[in-house]
């Protein structure tokens, strides 16, 4: 195994310490995790799918153990966490009224699980989930009442998006096509579970989409890191996208190759840890608008290396040190230090485009099904919304609504018909 693994482990234990148990076996500590948050569980999941099944069942039996009743079993979220799963999940801890509810999920379902638990504690006061958009709304709904959100211990089943380790839960409204985000520190899981062996019962086309996803955390919070925070974040997003691509490299002979997927996984916790740390920026922001066409993964893979671009002539550096990651994988041939500024950030971005085409990822819009350039209006218009306003501010190049337009358009632009000149530096 990589050394990587090992300096993974260690950041990840700094991260959470005892609340989280990740890596081979881990689901054998969901019920003792369990048990110091209560002794009655609604367990939330994709009920429906028949792989689901045996880790339901050893679920329940690792409960049963602990002395946790499992007093409600609901239907988990859907893809893109649609908002009125969130009110669905709500209804049904209402009824049950456990001492918390089990995630037992991909990144959208602990998402839902996490927004539906924000409800069920504060739905009294502000029924509707738009109140919580943006940053900040449920920490001061705790202070105001003393209330604490219902906790969710969320059990991860998918390499993705570490929503079972962050302070973030996206909801898509499907009737717009456009999703929104909760950011608040009082809706972090308390309790965490991640058996990467369960990532073998997920098809590899999720694994690519959550891959690229973690990519991105790293890669977003890396260019846009304050720099008295560089050190750590550095540290923690190198590592986390070397293991990523490693991984994919791994288990493009074998998909259920085991070591490959933990490379995966705990790459894309470290991607957890990592916008716990900072944030995202521009590739997360725009595949919000986004939905109707592609995963949130794919979406950010495109436009990630036209932002790199973007920003390279701000953070030369650290789009070097990334590049000199996709180049150790045979992605870039060019000698990375006799090349600066947005130059520098062409030949990165190319040798992303290459890594994604190994996959089978499209590297620009316009190759996307069914989509029509009309959706970059919307894109814009949505990235002007003041609930969003942080993943503009998060930027290595800070925009402001008035600036969209112009430079946010030229990115989009390019992402559109693969056209890295088009890009305003």
Known sequence: MSTYMGLARELLTEFKNNNYAFGSGALNELGPMAKELGKTALVAGPMAESWFQPILETVKSELEASGVKVIGIAKGGRPNAPREDVYRLEAQILHSNPDMVIAVDSGSGIDVCKAAAILTTFGDIHPEIDHYFGAGQVSKLCKETGRSVLPVLACMTAASSAAHLTKYSNITDPANGQK??????????????????????????????????????????????????????????????????????????????????????????????????????????????????????????????????????????????????????????????????????????????????????????????????????????????????????????????????????????????????????
């Open 180 to 425: 929104k985000l909760i950011i608040d520190d009082a809706m972090v899981p308390p309790k965490a579970v991640f058996d990467y062996d369960l990532t073998a019962s997920q098809p590899q086309s999720l694994t690519l989409d959550g891959g690229l996803d973690g990519i991105s955390h790293c890669m977003e919070v890396y260019l846009g890191a304050k720099e008295e925070n560089l050190t750590k974040i550095e540290e923690v997003c190198l590592c986390g996208i070397d293991l990523i691509i490693s991984g994919f490299a791994e288990m493009a002979d074998d998909e259920k190759n085991l070591e490959a997927r933990e490379k995966i996984a705990i790459g894309t916790d470290l991607g957890g840890y990592a916008i716990m740390l900072g944030g995202t920026n521009g590739p997360h922001l725009n595949s919000f608008s986004l939905v109707k066409y592609l995963t949130h993964g794919r979406a950010c893979a495109i436009l990630l290396p036209y932002y790199t671009v973007f920003f390279s002539p701000a953070v030369e550096d650290r789009v070097r040190k990334t590049g000199s990651v996709y180049k150790k994988f045979g992605f870039i041939d060019e000698d990375l230090g006799l090349l600066s500024g947005s130059e520098l950030g062409k030949v990165v971005a190319k040798g992303m485009m290459a890594f994604n085409e190994s996959i089978g990822f499209p590297t620009r819009l316009s190759e996307v099904n069914g989509i029509e350039k009309s959706a970059l209006t919307k894109t814009l218009q949505a990235a002007q919304d003041p609930q969003l306003e942080s993943k503009l501010q998060n930027m290595p190049i800070p925009l402001k609504a008035d600036s969209v337009e112009k430079l946010m358009g030229s990115v989009l632009n390019a992402a559109w018909d693969g056209d890295l000149s088009k890009i305003i530096v």
